[in-house]
């Protein structure tokens, strides 16, 4: 198992007025290629601002973050990122929006065409290549976004809670599709989620953190066999592994509310 | 116990007091506010309400209109102001975008320029009216320059303040898919920032007019301020008010334009309107 994206004893602190505060401290994980990895935590246990740093999007303050072994240091175009809020160019018709990286290669327009209009189809766009992003639906853009996302054909593709703003049907035909794509494409997956059962759905690792500052609290490995299907929610085996992670994040999440009482108090 | 939707059938209705109403409705609504405007100015001046030295009635206004009109003058003077206005207005769009977007995206050009247009903005463009009388005589270029120095701010502003507002977010996600930074300005920063800078050329096109018929009752032989002033020379209420009318209608006409164009020039928008 060699691994693609590593994060080394990274911390990420900010200045705040009278101090700073610590987001994410001395995380170390290892990505494998091909691996399909869930990052599971609570709001505000940093999992964004991990994310961001594969992107490339902020520096670690202290250690490092490498991409097939070599430092991340500016926005990472091979770590493909997906926005929660989709991030679609609305000037742009769904055609051009996915061509964009697609332009960006200098991929010539023949191909480019050819490329986008498989893309649609494996997101089950077909016959909405020409409207633009204002008349779709939150789910028709998320598909959008991540046929954008795959034409840019990156090493990574790191999704930011994509589906949380989708409505709980569309979320699941939309955990469906990601494991097909990502059955067929073999991309490497950094997914983001505060939701458990996306996480067991989706995730061949899971790693649940802690908040304030950003620690990995446990890395679980899932048994649920591949290929998955949204499905697999009904057996044992999920309600079993969906115990075991509860068990975990129900201390964080009391802790954090003990820790938000105190404060109200203080 | 009676089914949820046979209770919403039963109780009564609160119509809401805040509703979109059809435009049928609202056209209609238009259409007989200015009819009554109209009737109340006939009436007040047919009944003796106001002398006519002080409101000449529509009628008489309508005539003098056509008179005007089938004589030429009134269009030249159209023509006239029309001419300045849009001289001065596309100079001053042609340096207020690119300025206003290098001081959005350019720190340093933003340091060099501020405190210069701090200056500028609180003055209105008739202030300038003496300098550019002195520096440029009465014709043209002088009438240009006013309308210039009146509208070149608020669209600067406007460019300004639409490029800062531009969605960070679309930037990042145009770098992360490879794009360079003249892509970013090319594809995602003017595009975004191309409805404030549209809403901002049309504000200003209406002020750009005012700033016209400013300087042409001050100083000119033709265009509509310079009609409305010799009028009222002569104490000649019902031109002033042909032109008056004139100058409404004018702006409303170019007003439509750019909407019309505002509507081609961005495509997208026209597909959201429609849902």
Redesign the interface.
């Known amino acids: 198992m060699s691994a693609i994206l590593t994060a080394e004893h990274v911390t990420k602190s900010y200045p705040v007025p009278g101090g700073e505060m610590v987001a994410i401290r001395n995380l170390s994980l290892d990505i494998a290629e091909g691996e399909f990895l869930c990052l599971l935590g609570a709001s505000g246990c940093g999992k964004s601002t991990m994310l961001n740093m594969f992107a490339g999007f902020t520096a670690p303050t202290t250690g490092r973050v490498l991409l097939q072994g070599r430092p991340i240091t500016g926005i990472e175009p091979r770590c493909g990122m997906v926005f929660q809020s989709y991030a679609l160019f609305p000037w742009k018709t769904v055609q051009e929006n996915i061509e964009f990286p697609l332009r960006m290669r200098d991929v010539p327009r023949s191909e480019r065409r050819a490329i986008a209009s498989s893309l649609i189809e494996m997101v089950h766009l077909d016959g909405f290549a020409d409207r633009y992003p204002g008349e779709l639906s939150g789910g028709m853009q998320q598909r959008v976004t991540l046929a954008r996302c795959l034409a840019a054909d990156p090493l990574v593709m790191l999704m930011d809670e994509p589906f949380a703003a989708l409505d709980a049907m569309t979320r699941q035909v939309m955990q469906d599709e990601l494991l097909r794509i990502q059955e067929r494409s073999g991309k490497t997956i950094v997914f983001i989620t505060h939701n458990i059962d996306e996480a067991i759905i989706l995730g061949h690792r899971i790693v649940v953190m802690s908040a304030r500052p950003g620690r990995i609290r446990t890395i679980v490995e899932n048994p649920l066999p591949r290929p998955r299907h949204v499905g697999v929610q009904t057996s044992h085996a999920f309600a079993d592994l969906k115990a075991e992670l509860w068990a975990q994040i129900e201390e964080e999440v009391m802790q954090h509310v003990a820790a938000s009482r105190l404060a109200e108090h203080a | 116990m009676a089914a949820p939707d046979q209770v919403a059938a039963v109780a009564p209705r609160n119509t809401p007091f805040i509703v979109l109403a059809p435009p049928s409705w609202l056209a209609l609504i238009s259409l007989a506010s200015v009819l009554t405007i109209l009737a109340l100015w006939a009436a007040a001046t047919t009944f003796g309400w106001v002398s006519p030295l002080f409101l000449p009635s529509p009628v008489d206004v309508a005539r003098a209109a056509a008179k005007l009109a089938s004589n030429g003058d009134l269009w030249r003077a159209i023509l006239a102001s029309s001419a300045r206005v849009f001289a001065g207005f596309f100079l001053a769009a042609a340096i207020a975008i690119p300025l206003g977007v290098a001081m959005a995206v350019f720190g340093p050009v933003r340091a060099m320029f501020s405190p210069l247009i701090s200056l500028l903005r609180p003055l209105p463009s008739i202030t300038w009216i003496p300098l550019t009388i002195l520096w440029l005589g009465i014709g043209e270029q002088q009438k240009v320059m006013i309308v210039f120095l009146g509208s070149w701010i608020y669209i600067l502003l406007a460019t300004y303040e639409a490029t800062r507002r531009v969605?960070p977010?679309?930037v990042?996600?145009?770098?992360?898919?490879?794009?360079g930074d003249f892509?970013v300005m090319r594809?995602?920063i003017l595009?975004?920032a191309?409805p404030g800078i549209l809403a901002g050329l049309k504000v200003s096109l209406a002020i750009a007019w005012s700033c016209v018929l400013s300087a042409e009752m001050i100083a000119a032989r033709s265009g509509l301020g310079a009609l409305i002033w010799e009028a009222k020379e002569w104490g000649d209420m019902t031109v002033v008010l042909v032109g008056m009318t004139s100058i409404s209608l004018t702006v409303l006409l170019a007003d439509a334009v750019a909407g019309r164009v505002e509507l081609v020039l961005?495509?997208?928008e026209r597909?959201?309107r429609?849902?």
């Open positions: 969605d977010l679309l990042r996600a145009a770098r992360n898919l490879g794009a892509t594809e995602v595009p975004g191309l961005q495509p997208w597909a959201r429609r849902h």
